[in-house]
């Protein structure tokens, strides 16, 4: 309908000139429809343009998103008002909130344990009103360094309360929750496809096992629990699994029975395998052969996963992302990047490699004579490859490149890639200073000219027909 006759339909000017408002007009059970396709926030605006409006917003069921973290003031005497002035506004809604259902209930905000009275109660409020997503975040402020002792504990009473049948999705962040807890959610929630538990002090061990093949299970993500010792996954519907947890920790996983899963995402440490110990090769949740998206993360250096004797063979997986946190560049040998190239012969179908890099402190190239040895020991490891039957990566299509300082290292790695992948069609790089690198204005200089050189370098070696760019 045009514009002109959609107003003209509002608001018909009769009767002297007066405006006849017609959305007004609508049934009330469909305003309250209209009203809950609109955010919170845009539905309680609605409430100045008359009373009638104002009485709709009782009965809005839609998302009830109560992220107020983005507002916390940064002087920390002002943060225990703030507090009680976030659990009052959402006692005053659910005080007068006449609705039967809501969609999502999400709290967002810095509380501890001492608000446990409070957020007991929205839970159940929400639980009785067949609440479909809950999400829990307290976060700290970022200037309020609690314990994690003092985080919110969630109680036993809910996970086995018969109110949790509607659950589809639950999100616990810096919530203390112990594994009988959540196992008992898994248990009593057949609908639940989305489980994400992080920053939880309590959680040593997690198992997501149905009893039967009903369980929906399709995405699971721990995070940064530092008790965890260990996590049992049996769920045949499960898609996406995700671990993040500290440089220093080892987490035995166990992916006993996952047909369908399609994309992993792990940070983390393990046990690296000794030469003839198979069994510790690589974590158990890599070896899953129907995967479509892997992205690991790896603390200190990559020589031990690239160097690593044994491979699994991923033949469908099509995204691979290596992520390398903090390590020093000038103690990596240049042929520990060049054993990365081993790893897509495990890949016949990998379309797409990125390299994420957090250099702690690395030698800049600037002298030819640097490259020129880079680019002869490529075509010396590109026939040893072919001697030993390696095959190129010839479905490689996308390779990106992010925190490229143009060391050693990180561009002997994409010069190698553009080596071995003759049907590459794009480089992405994505440039930026090591984390201990003086920052002044002559380093910086030092850096471009660095960066310039790079990119005429490795210009005039990519693929025919490749695309390459440096950010």
Known sequence: MPKKKFRKYLYNSEHDGNSIDRLSGLPQDLLVRILCLLSLKEALRTCVLSRKWRDLCQFFSGSLNFDASKTLKSDPKKLLKERDGYVESINRFFSSHKAGTIDELRVCFDLTQQHKRYIDRWIEIALVKKCERLELDFEPCRLNHRRDSENYRLGHKFSSSS??????????????????????????????????????EELTHISVCGSSLRLKL???????????K?????????????YRGEEN???????????????????????????????????????????????????????????????????????????????????????TFVNACELFTHMPLLHKFKVE????????????????????????????????????????????????????????????????????????????????????ERKIMEFEEARMFAYDLLSAYRPKGAKFLLL
């Open 357 to 440: 890099l957090e250099a702690v402190e690395a030698h800049i190239l600037t002298e030819v004579e640097e490259f020129q040895s880079i680019i002869w020991a490529g075509y010396n490891q590109k026939l040893e490859f072919k001697r030993f039957g390696y095959k190129e990566p010839m479905m490689l299509r996308e390779v990106e490149m992010v925190g490229f300082v143009s060391a050693a290292a990180d561009t002997t790695l994409v010069y190698f890639l553009s080596l071995f992948a003759p049907n590459l069609e794009s480089i992405m790089i994505n440039r930026c200073l090591p984390r201990r690198y003086p920052v002044d």
């Open 230 to 242: 260990s996590i049992e996954v049996c769920a045949p519907n499960l898609v996406t699994f995700e």
């Open 163 to 200: 109110e949790t049948r509607f659950l589809t999705g639950l999100c616990l962040k810096h919530v203390n929750v112990s594994g009988r807890i959540l196992e008992s959610f898994l248990s009593n929630c057949p609908l639940l496809e989305t489980l994400h538990v992080s920053h939880s």
């Open 249 to 335: 920790m080892t987490v035995h996983i166990d992916l006993k029975y996952v047909p369908h899963l399609c994309d992993v995402s792990y940070a983390g440490q393990w046990d690296f395998p000794r030469v003839n110990d198979r069994s510790k090769s690589i974590p158990s949740c890599l070896a899953t052969s129907q995967l479509v998206n892997l992205s690991i993360s790896i603390p200190y250096t990559p020589r031990s996963v690239v160097n690593s004797p044994i491979q699994p063979k991923f033949s469908n997986l099509r995204c691979l992302t290596l992520e390398f946190l903090k390590f020093h560049l000038p103690i990596l040998h240049t042929a």
């Open 218 to 228: 399709k995405h699971l993500h721990v995070s940064f629990c530092k008790c965890i």
